[in-house]
T-cell receptor
Framework: DAGVIQSPRHEVTEMGQEVTLRCKPISGHNSLFWYRQTMMRGLELLIYFNNNVPIDDSGMPEDRFSAKMPNASFSTLKIQPSEPRDSAVYFC????????????????FGDGTRLSIL | GNSVTQMEGPVTLSEEAFLTINCTYTATGYPSLFWYVQYPGEGLQLLLKATKADDKGSNKGFEATYRKETTSFHLEKGSVQVSDSAVYFCALSDRDNYGQNFVFGPGTRLSVLP
């Protein structure tokens, strides 16, 4: 079975440029999560979608960051304009959850996008 | 709110040593508990899970028991290998109004020396 697919795997760009990260969740999963990982701050949840609707975006650091989920099989995380401090590994994860049921389903992670802003 | 606390790393062991990584949690509900492992350059992978008190999750020689009375989920392995060198994350999942509220610990880096 295909896991969570992220693209690109690596991205190097100059500050000020727009960056778009892409994620395809596991088919049948209805929750999608974007995380950022750095040595200094560890793993940070940026935003969480349930049934394509953003539920919690309190982790999005600034207005320069935006995320969309136009359908159940695709999500994007965009940074515009990018800055050197945005350099990190960005992970997408998906899971299945059902309102009212025991929350015992794990999250499945993609391999991440390593972003370097020069 | 919910939270997960892990022992500070890094942890350095010799091959075949016994491993314990402590994890304690705070939750308002009755969460499910997980351990994830992250190898260098890769994403997080589910290692094991437990969904109710006294459940023991196990995989690849690793074990963890859900202890509700001490709110703990310590990870153990009897004999570590060099290939176990990685970062280990404890996590919990609790219900929210939309189905799931996931919280990760800060991670513990394990280095196993030959």
């Amino acid at each position: 079975d295909a896991g969570v697919i992220q693209s690109p795997r690596h991205e190097v760009t100059e500050m000020g440029q727009e960056v778009t990260l892409r994620c395809k969740p596991i088919s049948g999963h209805n929750s999608l999560f974007w995380y950022r990982q750095t040595m200094m701050r560890g793993l940070e949840l940026l935003i969480y979608f349930n049934n394509n609707v953003p539920i919690d975006d309190s982790g999005m650091p600034e207005d320069r960051f935006s995320a969309k989920m136009p359908n159940a099989s695709f999500s994007t995380l965009k940074i515009q304009p990018s800055e050197p401090r945005d350099s990190a590994v960005y992970f997408c994860a998906s899971s299945f959850s059902h309102r009212g049921r025991v929350a015992n389903q794990p999250q499945h992670f993609g391999d991440g996008t390593r972003l370097s802003i020069l | 709110g919910n939270s997960v606390t892990q022992m500070e790393g890094p942890v350095t062991l010799s091959e075949e040593a016994f491993l314990t990584i402590n994890c304690t949690y705070t939750a308002t509900g009755y969460p499910s508990l997980f351990w994830y492992v992250q190898y260098p350059g890769e994403g997080l992978q589910l290692l094991l899970k437990a969904t109710k008190a006294d459940d023991k999750g196990s995989n690849k020689g690793f074990e963890a028991t859900y202890r509700k009375e001490t709110t703990s989920f310590h990870l153990e392995k009897g004999s570590v290998q060099v290939s176990d060198s990685a970062v280990y994350f404890c996590a919990l999942s609790d219900r929210d109004n939309y189905g799931q509220n996931f919280v990760f610990g800060p991670g513990t880096r394990l280095s196993v020396l030959p």
